[in-house]
């Protein structure tokens, strides 16, 4: 069994390798133009004997005067620039002073604000982060703003109001949480319906409050995806659940079992998906999302 997993690893890993661009960045697909978010998950799960080549290839990218932006004449993505700077992270890749550019405007960065009935009752208008400018503010996005503000933090690469947006994003997930746990893309309550949970969108937003786990409304959600995992078998939502569990102290034999056997049945060539389970299957790769 021990050889049929390295087996399985190594070949994902060769096909990353295979499809990295001479530059250094991966499209979704091979042959495909480089993106941000393949790439920070194959550099993520990859973790190659070059890390000093891996450091360049985000400390290079594209920019816009707001953020990192998907390709040459792209926009920018706010969740793919959060995931991006959680990376340089983990790759131990720049000083205080270069990443906190990206920090400042990820901090200034707002999804558009709405006031569903939940915000009227508290009194508030709540502004997370969306997924591109001038656009709703949703649960991926916020997760992975608030995640990597965190990390932020905690090495002292703060702006000056760091600590009101993370008060912000944490109040957002709170305020959307759905009845059963969880969460979806948005409001969990629409048009007198509430909505389900998503499986994916939980484990990035459990990845977020890793640090709340003592929290009612963070205990029910990871009630939620500990039961709910592996009814919703996909690569990414496997992997990611992998990952939020990890992080919540919670056990993931039978999560990543179901991960190998689906990665061995369903064979994928996108880069993400291939990136996000090597960093769910290696033993530490939980820890690039640690706080």
Known sequence: MTTQ???????????????????GGWG??????????????????LRTPRPQFDRVVLSR?????????????????????????STRLALGDGSISQLRSLVRSLVDARGIAQQPPSAQRQGG??????????????VEPTSWALLVL????VRGIVTRETDKRIQDGEATLEQRVCSTGGWNYGDSPTLGHNLPAYV???????LALQDRRDEPFVRRSLDYLEEHTENHPSIRAL???????????????????????????HPTT??????????????SGADAFAL
């Open 5 to 23: 997993i390295r087996s399985l690893e190594d070949s994902l890993r060769k096909q990353l390798s295979s499809a990295r661009h001479r530059d």
């Open 28 to 45: 979704y697909e091979p042959g495909c133009v480089p993106r941000l978010e393949p790439t920070c998950w194959a550099l993520l799960g």
């Open 61 to 85: 990218w594209p920019s816009s005067v707001d953020g990192l932006v998907e390709q040459h004449g792209g926009v920018v993505n706010w969740s793919f620039h959060a995931l991006a700077l």
């Open 125 to 138: 208008r709540l502004e997370g982060w969306s997924w591109i400018d001038n656009s709703f503010s949703w």
């Open 150 to 153: 965190k990390q932020c933090r």
């Open 200 to 206: 994916p969108t939980t484990a990035i937003a459990l």
């Open 239 to 265: 992997a990611l659940s992998a990952l939020a569990l990890k992080r919540h102290g919670c056990s993931t034999t039978r999560v990543e079992a179901q991960l190998r056997q689906w990665l061995d049945q």
């Open 270 to 283: 996108d880069a993400a998906t291939i990136g996000m389970a090597l960093c769910a299957l290696h033993r």
